[in-house]
């Protein structure tokens, strides 16, 4: 299990749980560690008082649509994130299979 801190201005922080021994974790794993997240967050999400980096809020996270179609492509990208942490655990490269992770994740949002 990861467990994410995400903070609010204002508010206390909600915490938020991925399960990695599940379809869904593995799944929301391979999304938020993709070029294609880390884009949506520089363009959506409200830079910090620096302007350097950007905030991950709560609502970011709520607001990612996941396409439910394509269900091949999810359970792909599932099976790449259990490949790398296997391969992570035995202290191996696992960038191949990464860049394979983001390949499938434009294919998930129709993107080229």
């Given at each position: 299990m990861v467990t994410c801190k995400l903070t609010e201005r204002g508010q206390s922080p909600p915490l938020y749980n991925i399960f990695l021994n599940n379809y869904l974790g593995q799944q929301w794993l391979g999304l938020l560690n993709s070029f294609y997240f880390d884009f949506y967050i520089s363009n959506q999400s409200p830079k910090r008082d620096n302007k350097t980096f950007p905030s991950i809020t709560s609502n970011l996270i709520k607001n990612f649509q996941i396409p439910v179609e394509?269900?091949?492509?999810?359970?792909?990208?599932?099976?790449?994130?259990?490949?790398?942490l296997k391969i992570r655990s035995q202290n191996l490269d696992s960038r191949g299979l990464e860049n394979e992770i983001d390949c499938l994740v434009y294919k998930l949002y129709e993107l080229n």
């Open positions: 394509h269900q091949i492509i999810r359970k792909a990208i599932s099976n790449k994130v259990v490949n790398i």
